[in-house]
């Protein structure tokens, strides 16, 4: 995917979490939050030579990316929370926002706002 085919893609699906999350679908706003992020962790890796992250999945694709030492504080933080696993009640710890967290990733790895399609 090009990087305007991804940005184009990760807007709209950025959208459509919105969408979710306005719905009551927190856990379907999530989902995607992971998928944009994994996305833009696979570009970004590819960017830096690493080649073995094609199909692999979204959070497999995020924990290499953590290792990565020139990653900044606000990034690595983004990225713990788009690794941590719900609690029983199906919610993740309050503050945290993996619509956010994805927003900080694709400022960093891209150098791009990453907007809703609709607010571009």
């Keep these: 995917m090009t990087r305007p085919d991804l940005l184009a893609w990760a807007r709209a699906e950025l959208?459509?979490?919105?969408?979710?999350?306005?719905?009551?679908n927190e856990?379907?706003?999530?989902?995607?939050?992971r998928r944009i992020a994994g996305a833009?962790?696979?570009?970004?890796?590819?960017?830096?030579?690493?080649?073995?992250?094609h199909g692999q999945n979204a959070l497999r694709i995020l924990q290499e990316l953590w290792k990565r030492p020139?990653?900044?504080g606000q990034t690595r933080l983004a990225l713990t929370h788009?690794?941590?696993?719900?609690?029983t009640n199906f919610r993740l710890p309050p503050g945290v926002d993996l619509?956010?967290?994805v927003q900080v990733l694709a400022?960093?790895?891209?150098?791009?706002?990453?907007?809703?399609?609709?607010e571009a």
Excluded: C, F, I, N
């Design 107 to 118: 400022r960093e790895l891209l150098g791009e706002t990453l907007r809703p399609e609709d």
């Design 70 to 72: 020139e990653l900044s």
């Design 40 to 53: 833009l962790a696979d570009a970004y890796l590819r960017r830096q030579g690493v080649t073995h992250t």
């Design 27 to 33: 856990g379907r706003a999530r989902v995607r939050a």
């Design 99 to 101: 619509l956010h967290d």
């Design 82 to 87: 788009l690794l941590m696993k719900v609690d």
């Design 15 to 24: 959208a459509a979490a919105y969408a979710d999350r306005a719905r009551g």
